[in-house]
């Protein structure tokens, strides 16, 4: 079965800390993407990562990814509240056009 | 302004009625999504169209009747829905290249089935 794994799935934190959210996939995939939703909003997309050792930075925001290890990551460095929303982690399968999409990780930041 | 619109943004239905969500995409891409986001729930994909041919139907019930006119225009018919259809529905829009296959999302139809 084909499954993209996220994880922590709930995360807060206060400002300025650092961290990581980690996204686990089952298949074969050189292209992953990251989106971001915000509580009743739809999904943005932040990084779209097409080969192994891809890494993409905007801001605080950082994305790897790693296809040997089946690993992508999002690092957050300094954290502001801005940046509380929920993170999106999918594989693309490369065919029929389909993402398989992980749980998502809920991230709260603290003033 | 999105690239993706979504209309109604909000829909409250009984389960014998007839409704449909309506998408549109001003983006000039090729293919056409509808997803649902369910409470703790990953992202369920439903359908594909790629140039107003559906590529892909996910197991979906079929109470769920999508319609692709153009490669604009996306339909989602809705009829003799049950609670437990209640989520966000989500129309998307790609345009597959050597960059990948970024997804745009619309603001998504909230949907509440009583």
């Known amino acids: 079965e084909l499954k993209v794994e996220q994880n922590p799935l709930f995360l807060s934190m206060q400002e300025g800390k650092n961290y990581t959210i980690y996204c686990n996939y089952s298949?074969?995939?050189?292209?992953l993407y990251w989106y971001r939703q915000d509580p009743g909003k739809s999904l943005e997309s932040l990084f779209v990562?097409?080969?192994n050792g891809a890494v993409k930075q905007e801001g605080r925001l950082m994305a790897s990814l790693d296809t040997k290890a089946r690993l992508s990551t999002l690092h957050i460095t300094a954290a502001v509240h801005d940046l509380s929303a929920t993170y999106f982690c999918?594989?693309?399968?490369?065919?029929?056009?389909?993402?398989?999409w992980g749980a998502g990780t809920k991230l709260i930041i603290k003033p | 302004e999105t690239g993706v619109t979504q209309t109604p943004r909000h829909l409250v239905m009984g389960m014998t009625n007839k409704k449909s969500l309506k998408c549109e995409q001003h983006l000039g891409h090729n293919a056409m999504y509808w997803y649902k986001q369910s409470a703790k729930k990953p992202l369920e994909l439903m359908f594909v169209y790629n140039f107003k041919e559906q590529t892909e139907n996910n197991s979906v019930p079929s109470r769920f009747s999508p319609e692709c006119p153009n490669s604009s225009h996306l339909f989602l018919h809705l009829h003799t829905l049950q609670p437990e259809d209640s989520a966000l529905y989500l129309c998307?829009?790609?345009?597959?290249?050597?960059?990948?296959?970024?997804?745009?999302f619309g603001e998504g139809s909230w949907l509440t089935v009583v």
């Open positions: 998307a829009s790609s345009q597959p290249t050597g960059d990948g296959n970024t997804i745009y």
């Open positions: 999918a594989v693309d399968m490369d065919s029929n056009y389909q993402l398989i």
């Open positions: 298949t074969t995939s050189d292209r």
């Open positions: 990562l097409l080969s």
